[in-house]
């Protein structure tokens, strides 16, 4: 007589042959999606997750505050730097004007580069006026950041800025790139359209308290005036015989005379001397 299994024995095996097809996952396993702070998931495997909205709010404040404030600089800066461009053209005229009577060959210019940048070339000085496009801000004991007015908004902390650089003429003209120029001033202005004005000894400087320096056309004028004071006065040097002994094919090529001068450079008031090397301000 055959063998038959009973019933109930099919059964158990037929459930034990499902469990074993089915995969476990250990309790410790962790899904392989993206996670909130917590590191529970948020979304299954290769799908996007919101972001937390502290996170959100986050962003939000820093484009309203920061952001918002530092528009309105830039937007301050270009407004400076077109007055500084209209007090620089008449300037240039009235100089024009006294020194062509008496001498026609020394010329005056004022020389338009773009939105950002413009010359004023005098006799054999340059001067190179530039915008910078970007919004800055100091350390805790640079210049006027430690003062109360800065301290009492934190949107007075950042800034616009205006560079005053002084190149002999020629320089250009005959792009002798290993010539040197020499920052003569910087003009800080920030989201109250005032200003802060550091550079060399030679300039005007006014008494540096943001809280009552406004910018208006006559602080510009005087500003381009001292930067032109200053180039004049900052003769040229030759240098030492030894030092012009030999020159490099490279330089007859590239038409740097190594018989130029070089301008002395500029001083700087005590509270500077750190921040300069070899005549620039940083």
Do not use: W
């Not at 404030?69 to 407004?79: E, V």
């Not at 210049?143 to 800065?150: F, H, W």
Request: glycine letters at 4%; proline letters at 6%; zero cysteines.
């Amino acid at each position: 007589m055959p063998h038959t299994t009973p019933p109930s024995a099919i059964a158990t095996a037929a459930e034990s042959a499902v469990e074993q097809a089915q995969p476990v996952t250990p309790a410790a396993e962790t899904s392989a999606g993206a996670t909130a702070t917590n590191n529970l998931p948020t979304a299954a495997p290769g799908s996007p997750t919101e972001a937390p909205a502290d996170r959100l709010d986050q962003i939000f404040e820093g484009l309203q505050q920061k952001s918002i404030a530092k528009q309105a600089i830039f937007r301050n800066t270009r407004a400076a730097f077109d007055m500084l461009r209209l007090v620089s053209q008449e300037l240039v005229v009235e100089l024009s004007r006294k020194i062509t009577p008496v001498d026609a060959n020394v010329l005056i210019e004022y020389r338009p580069v773009n939105d950002m940048e413009f010359h004023i070339k005098f006799s054999g000085d340059l001067l190179i006026f530039v915008m910078h496009s970007n919004i800055v801000t100091f350390a805790e004991d640079y210049g006027p950041m430690a003062s109360k007015y800065v301290e009492e908004d934190f949107r007075r902390r950042f800034f616009g800025h205006i560079m005053a650089y002084n190149f002999m003429a020629d320089s250009i003209k005959y792009q002798r790139l290993n010539d040197p120029g020499y920052l003569v001033g910087r003009l800080l202005i920030n989201i109250e359209n005032h200003y802060y004005l550091e550079g060399v000894q030679q300039l005007e400087l006014p008494d540096n308290d943001m809280a009552d320096n406004l910018l208006t056309p006559d602080m510009m004028r005087l500003f381009v005036e001292s930067a032109m004071i200053a180039a004049v006065n900052n003769d040229l040097i030759a240098p030492p015989m030894q030092d012009i002994q030999k020159i490099t094919v490279k330089q007859k090529v590239e038409n740097q005379q190594v018989s130029r001068g070089s301008k002395v450079g500029f001083s700087f008031s005590s509270e500077q001397q750190h921040q300069s090397v070899d005549g620039l301000l940083y």
